[in-house]
């Protein structure tokens, strides 16, 4: 039987790239395909050096549907060796209101999350309602409203009695909050001003507020869980008690 000698590409790599070649479609997963990371960055490698575009296309795709902390700098790197401009374009920030996102005071899954968030990237219900994947379209805590980032973190009941926790040390960050109808002039007003300490501290509080009503929903949905408001308000408020002590460490 005749063979072929493959040089920097594995038989499986091989095999899945011939499978797109044939079909012009990505094989599904099964016995020789697999979604790893890994996986899709040796198959982007190889539509690269086989100039295949829309393979490259596809691959950057799966690789930014897998983007996370831990993730990010591998995915970026992956995108410079194979000069994979979506992929690139994908993790580039543009808007200098997106760029803040990082410089807010939290830790680093925070950052990342809130970063999503403004860009209305976390799956909410009507995200996945335009995708057609399984959801619930009513908010997990009130039942009332179709859940959107907007709800969960400016007009939910929930939400709101989560905040009202914080009148007394972030006076200015609930107004904004109680004053704004998109997430979109919620974060324009919040960041505009004088860059004062106050300022920072109570852009930290509403976005560890945004992040743990985020993680509740998610108790509730996945884990069947529920903690109350008061709860949750806490949980924050030790969340922000470590952040200002790490802050003070030489
Ligand atoms: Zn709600």
């Not at 499986?12 to 012009?24: E, G, P, R, S, W």
């Not at 479609?25 to 982007?44: D, K, R, T, Y």
């Not at 106050?198 to 509080?205: E, L, P, T, W």
């Not at 903690?227 to 802050?247: F, N, P, Q, Y």
Request: glycine share 2%; with cysteine; charged share 20%.
């Amino acid at each position: 039987m005749p063979s072929i000698t493959l040089h920097e590409i594995t038989p499986a790599t091989f095999k899945v790239m011939l499978q797109f070649i044939y079909t012009d479609e990505f094989p599904a997963e099964g016995e020789h395909v697999n979604s790893s990371i890994e996986m899709i960055q040796n198959l982007l490698a190889a539509a690269d050096r086989y100039a295949l575009d829309r393979l490259k296309f596809i691959c950057a795709q799966k690789l930014w549907d897998k983007v996370s902390v831990d993730t990010v700098a591998t995915i970026l790197a992956c995108a410079e060796t194979y000069s994979c401009q979506e992929l690139r374009s994908c993790t580039r920030i543009k808007q200098p209101s997106l760029s803040r996102a990082w410089t807010i005071i939290a830790e680093g899954k925070v950052n990342f999350f809130f970063w999503l968030f403004l860009q209305n990237r976390n799956w909410t219900a009507d995200r996945l309602a335009k995708r057609g994947w399984p959801h619930d379209d009513r908010c997990c805590f009130c039942d009332q409203q179709i859940e959107t980032a907007a709800h969960l973190a400016l007009h939910c009941p929930f939400a709101k009695e989560v905040w009202t926790h914080f009148q007394v040390s972030h006076p200015l960050a609930i107004q904004i909050f109680a004053a704004s109808r998109t997430i979109n002039s919620w974060w324009e007003k919040a960041r505009s001003g004088r860059k004062t300490d106050q300022q920072q501290r109570g852009i930290s509080c509403s976005v560890y507020i945004i992040w743990h009503v985020w993680k509740e929903r998610c108790r509730r949905i996945f884990q069947n869980e529920i903690t109350s408001a008061a709860t949750v308000a806490g949980l924050i408020k030790a969340d922000l008690e470590l952040i200002r002590l790490a802050r003070l460490k030489p």
